[in-house]
């Protein structure tokens, strides 16, 4: 099928079949875990996916649903696919995406991608991510402290997951290709002891971290004075060892929960 891929949606269709089995060879073994596509496209990888395992599948286009409808009528007839047609995000409840443990596994269009990526990262039900993004997104949560990519999403998927690169893919796999170079990613979730719910002070520590790397050149303490007061967090520095002149890739992450459960005991 000669399909034109729409701008509105960022499709952008991948078609290499080596980076395509690397992303099905890289997906975590999990015998519990529904296996979840988003941008299911052309279904060139829902075809990968569906060898082994059934598939959940989210397209927003409606006209690739039509077509996805078609060309895995079997499949959808006899339950090894299930498809829904339109915004993932609309999907999403307060909850979870859906209601058993799954494995995401997407081609994200570029605008869409650091949403989706956090959204998942705070669902409890979603236990890792195989995620073909922008480079210079990737690059940002794969950076480690000290690097000038690391940022407060580097810290975000660090606290709540492992994250590693898997591949780096050339414009020429996609079809059209994109302006930029892309990278698949995995990130697998980490299992917090019950009674530790990380999650429940995770919409502050969003808030503090967007503080912290609002000027991510400018001093750390310099940002945080903009919301809390100097001379508390001149006190947190001092406690921490922290220079008052180092900047916010230069922290640690374990410093940065540090900062906030220190900042959130003084209210």
């Known amino acids: ?124 039900n979603c236990n890792s991510l195989i995620v073909l993004i922008q480079k210079e997104v990737a690059d940002k949560f794969l950076a480690e402290a000290g690097n000038r990519n690391f940022s407060s999403l580097s810290v975000i998927a660090k606290t709540l997951s492992s994250v590693e690169k898997i591949i780096d893919v050339n414009p020429s796999s996609f079809e059209p290709p994109p302006k930029v170079q892309s990278t698949v990613i995995k990130l697998e979730k980490f299992e917090f002891n019950e009674s530790y719910n990380i999650l429940e002070n995770f919409i502050q520590f969003k808030k503090f971290l967007e503080t912290a790397f609002k000027q991510p050149r400018k001093k750390l303490l310099g940002n945080l004075s903009k919301d809390f007061p100097k001379n508390e967090l001149e006190n947190i520095f001092l406690n921490l060892g922290l220079d008052f002149s180092i900047r916010p890739h230069q922290v640690a992450i374990v410093d940065y929960h540090q900062i906030f459960e220190q900042l959130n005991s003084l209210k």
Not at 10 to 25: R, T
Not at 67 to 73: A, Q, T, V
């Open 1 to 124: 099928m000669k399909y034109q891929a729409k701008k509105k949606f960022g499709q952008n269709f991948l078609h290499d079949q080596i980076i395509l089995e690397k992303i099905v060879k890289a997906i975590p073994n999990s015998s519990n875990s529904q296996i979840v596509e988003i941008g299911a496209g052309l279904g060139d990888l829902t075809q990968h996916l569906l060898k082994s395992q059934d598939v959940v599948g989210f397209e927003i286009d409606p006209d690739l649903c039509k077509y996805l409808e078609k060309k895995f009528s079997v499949e959808l007839k006899n339950g090894k696919l299930k498809l829904h047609c339109g915004d993932v995000l609309d999907f999403w409840n307060q909850n979870s995406l859906i209601k058993n443990k799954y494995q995401i596994i997407a081609n994200l269009p570029y605008y869409v991608a650091t949403k989706i990526i956090l959204k998942s990262l705070e669902d409890k």
